[in-house]
């Protein structure tokens, strides 16, 4: 079964628009941690956020800002007035307790158009 | 800032061969990974390594992968006998702690199997 659902395959926007990235994550555990990562054309993993199960606090980090709603088992991500530069593949991830590995989502590929 | 560094970049072999894909991880952290990327598809969660031994691994980890930590800074993971479907982008992770799991990860390897 997945753990890390990231529905929306691609996502296409014009340069200036906001764009929000869905994951809805599974799990029994009452202590988890959330997380997402960049992978730009060049392939390698950029960290961008971990967010812990107690913390329910949105956070804000520029341009970014991601949505942690316990309630739905949902931690979207919305990058506002997008750039060209945020054309990427972006996972969501989720850590268990007790657990090593991280479990990733598909990846939505976010293209921005100039 | 500390990164996590792999070598080769890329590497080209023939099926059958052996190979092994080196990284050095942040020399503070003592939890390492290896996960593994197929061509536009997610991340996948391979081995973790800590104390010396495997502390996790996944179904695809199976007697044809191995790592090992031959000194004090260098972690590899070896394939014994490649075959087709091993070729992939490989990356390695470390982190200082294991319940924030907060991984760093590298730049990754690109494994071609001819």
Redesign the interface.
């Known amino acids: 079964a997945q753990k890390v659902t990231q529905a929306q395959t691609e996502i296409s926007v014009v340069e200036k628009e906001d764009v929000t990235l869905d994951c809805v994550y599974e799990t029994r555990d009452t202590t988890y941690y959330l997380f997402w990562y960049k992978q730009p054309p060049s392939g390698e993993l950029v960290f961008l956020i971990r967010r812990n199960s107690f913390d329910e606090q949105n956070e804000i980090s520029g341009r970014y800002s991601w949505n942690f709603q316990k309630s739905t088992s949902s931690f979207n991500f919305t990058i506002t007035a997008s750039q060209v530069v945020d054309s990427a593949v972006y996972f969501c991830a989720l850590s268990e307790t007790n657990d090593y590995k991280l479990s990733f989502g598909a990846g939505t590929t976010v293209t921005v158009r100039a | 800032e500390p990164e996590v560094t792999q070598t080769p970049s890329h590497q080209v072999t023939q099926m059958g061969q052996e190979v092994i894909l080196r990284c050095v991880p942040i020399s503070n952290h003592l939890?390492f990974?290896w996960?593994r990327q197929i061509l536009g598809?997610?991340?996948?969660?391979l081995v973790?390594f800590?104390n010396n031994e495997i502390?996790?691994k996944?179904e695809i980890f199976d007697d044809q992968f191995s790592v090992e930590r031959p000194d004090g800074s260098n972690f590899t993971l070896k394939i014994r006998s490649t075959k087709l479907e091993d070729s992939a982008?490989y990356?390695c992770a470390s982190s200082e702690f294991?319940d924030?799991?907060?991984?760093?990860?590298?730049?990754?390897t690109?494994l071609t199997v001819l």
């Open positions: 939890y990974y996960y598809q997610k991340v996948e969660f973790s800590y502390s996790e996944s982008m990356f294991r924030n799991n907060e991984q760093f990860f590298g730049p990754g690109r």
